[in-house]
């Protein structure tokens, strides 16, 4: 049996009633939501408190419909953003250089450009028609961490954050007395939370997971299959369960029952980092949609400063600056039209600039790439403009190959490199200098930090969107850029 649980009355003359009204259902209830109120209703007595549950109560079996909660535009939270090289990563190796990192994250970028273009490849015909395809492959890491919370009690988890996917899964033990820490982090134990509960196969949420639902004849829970780049696997159980995250002030709001893949299997091979993912884009298992909100924003600091970044939902998103109109909504990245891109203050549209997948406009802009990449005639045009600029440093190769165009010196100079701004439609990006080139101190370079994607796919990755607040308006359907000092904001 569950239980309805209300604080009432407290005070010692009874003149008020404090009524929370705290209801976690089981899934086999159809339509159910745990509901948190918090009502104070001034000069009733004990025998009024005992009519308001009733009343409470009978409202939440007329509100109960929905399943998951669709928060009030006036509730505002936040998501703390760890970049995976920041010292505060679990991740972070303080042996190795920071021209080792680089090395690394260019790495990644290339493996998240090579997952994008193979696994989100759409149709002219898909494209025409509004069809969202959903990917089978998920991208084998990420590059900002977000915190949150599961269950009840409530217990911190991570998972990468990815505006190219949708789902949100985290890794899984089902230990009863003590979970081994995994790199700082425990993994959630869905033992031990009173609300946990699986999703049957059968149902509308299971049915969302397109792509790598597995549920067969014998199955009563909802399992899914993830299968990586390198053929390594991770499965688990379609779940729901209460879902916590930090307001402003630092306290925690309850955003209710969320969906989210519970991962019962250790990933293999180098996969092992992978914590889980926040899923951010528009399909139906994804944060944005089960929370129901229209806008979110993120400002990301930058990498060499060691503080947390921000993602921001419900009434904190800034969506102001520059808009530019999102392409193709009903697709599962989020893609905005580059009509061309300038260095200093010469007017500069390059071929290629606005091609993607061959079929239309637009880049992807997209949280788990680090380095943006441009297409091959868009690179190659910016490249040759960019050599013949006057009063540059001495060209020099990078030495390990990570980066086409870079220079002498160890950055003191950068002040005579040129601003670069993308323009998009309606909208433009200024980049800094320090979110344009890379000092490789090691080396004795500086390198222009854009990667010919060798595809006919564009990324505006978020290496290049440093000090910007990033904005996503879902009910407008546009993408907005506001530059601002992260650190501060």
Known sequence: MHHLNF??????????????????????????????????LNQMSPNHCFGSKIFFLFSFILESTARHMVLPTEVGFTAHLIHRDSPLSPFYNHSITDTARIEATVHRSRSRLNY??????????????????????????????????????PSRVVGFADTSNGLIWVQCSDC??????????????????????????GSNFCNSLTGFQTCNSSDKWCKYKLEYEDN??????????????????????????????????PLAGGLQSYMGSVGLNQTPLSLISQLGVKKFSY???PFNLGSASKMYFGSLPVTSGGQTP??????????????????????????????????????????????SSLETDAFDGLIDKLVAFPGLPKRKDDPRNRFEVCF????????????????????????????????????????????????????????QLQNYYVGYDLEAQLISFAPVDCAES
């Open 7 to 40: 604080y009432n009355c407290t005070n010692s003359n009874h003149q008020w009633c404090d009524l929370t009204n705290y209801l976690p259902f089981p899934n086999h209830i159809k339509g159910n939501e745990k509901i948190v109120l918090d009502i104070k």
């Open 116 to 153: 994008l273009y193979n696994h989100k490849m759409f149709s002219t015909d898909a494209l025409d028609s509004g069809v969202s395809l959903s990917p089978t492959l998920v991208h084998e890491g990420g590059e900002y961490l977000m915190s949150f919370f599961i269950g009840n009690p």
């Open 176 to 201: 009863r007395s003590h979970c081994e820490a995994e790199k700082g982090h425990t993994k959630f134990s869905s033992s031990k939370s009173s609300t946990y509960e699986k999703e049957p196969c």
């Open 232 to 265: 390594s696997v991770t499965t688990g159980i379609l779940s729901s369960d209460s879902f916590s995250f930090d307001t402003s002030d630092g306290k925690l709001v309850d955003v209710g029952y969320l969906n989210f893949g519970c991962s019962d299997a």
């Open 299 to 301: 400002c990301l600091v």
């Open 326 to 371: 999102l392409l193709y909504p009903n697709l599962d990245a989020y893609y905005v039209k580059v009509v061309g891109v300038s260095l200093g203050k010469d007017e500069l549209y390059l071929d290629g600039v606005s091609d993607v997948f061959d079929v239309g406009d637009g880049w992807i802009v997209d949280s788990g790439m680090t380095y």
């Open 408 to 463: 002498a010196g160890n950055g003191d100079d950068l002040e005579s490199l040129p601003v670069v701004t993308v323009h998009f439609d309606g909208a433009d990006l200024v980049l800094s200098l320090e979110s344009t080139f890379v000092k490789m101190e090691d080396d004795g370079v500086v390198c222009l930090a854009l990667l010919r994607s060798g595809s006919p796919i564009s990324v505006l990755g978020n290496f």
